[in-house]
């Protein structure tokens, strides 16, 4: 087990720990009071970890959706996670066991993928394991006291809540943006590309999951060609 990787892991996992209780905490009270049981809530929650993806199929629940309906909602909001699982598979040595790819796999969330991805050589799959060890309680905890608490809290309060996620993008995005340009334009290029998607009449009737893949295509692949990784760098971190 390497011990560092694993400690700096549930370091850099405690910001996105408490992103995560705040947005699930919303998701909580929204699921009980849509009709779902606690403990139904709390297990979607730990289960699925994606936000999105958890928000538009409770919707899905509430409203007696089809199964079709539910399954191809999911597949397009949580395809970008298989973009994801890849590029970090690259960051993994090569030596790394398949069972370890398939747990770090299940962690994989935009939060996760950002610290790990922005990690500078290879990375451990136990740096992965200590940032899931926080994001995955936050996100389930959060569910749980979200539930129990009802509608006790104002509707401000539920607002500035879910906003948290946000401010926790910032803090994964930002710091690798000042050390790279090559990031800060990824940075820069994918908020250009979704503003389009955002006003832009024809394209706003993308769907939100569409959006993020294209988006994170086009605008990785120019990066890739643009700004490519050098080869002797891949075989020295290998």
Not at 1 to 21: A, R, T
Not at 59 to 87: H, K, P
Not at 109 to 115: A, K, L, Q, S, Y
Not at 191 to 209: D, E, T
Request: charge should be neutral; glycine fraction near 10%; hydrophobic fraction near 50%.
């Amino acid at each position: 087990m390497d011990v560092e990787s694993f400690k700096k892991g549930l370091k850099d996992g405690i910001p996105i720990g408490l992103g995560y209780f705040a947005v699930s905490f919303t998701f909580g009270m929204m699921a009980v009071s849509g009709g779902l049981t606690t403990w139904q809530a709390v297990l979607i929650s730990l289960t699925n970890l994606t936000s999105a993806g958890q928000f538009a199929g409770l919707d899905i629940i509430i409203t007696q959706g089809s199964y079709w309906e539910m399954a191809l909602t999911q597949l397009v909001i949580n395809l970008r996670y298989c973009l994801m699982s890849f590029s970090l598979s690259q960051k993994l040595r090569r030596d790394v066991p398949w069972a370890h790819r398939y747990v770090v796999a299940f962690g994989v969330t935009d939060e996760i993928f950002g610290v790990s991805a922005s990690q500078e050589g290879k990375v451990s799959p136990y740096y992965n394991y200590g940032a899931m060890c926080v994001a995955i309680p936050g996100w389930t905890l959060g569910t749980l006291v979200g539930a129990v608490s009802g509608n006790l809290l104002p509707a401000f309060m539920v607002s500035a809540l879910s906003v948290a996620i946000y401010g926790m993008f910032l803090a994964v995005i930002i710091p690798p943006a000042k050390k790279n340009k090559a990031v800060l334009g990824v940075v820069i290029g994918a908020m250009a590309v979704s503003s389009l998607f955002a006003v832009v009449p024809v394209l706003k009737k993308v769907s939100s999951g569409f959006v993020i893949i294209i988006t994170t295509l086009l605008v990785a692949g120019i990066a890739a060609y643009f700004c490519p990784v050098e080869e002797e760098e891949n075989i020295s971190e290998s």
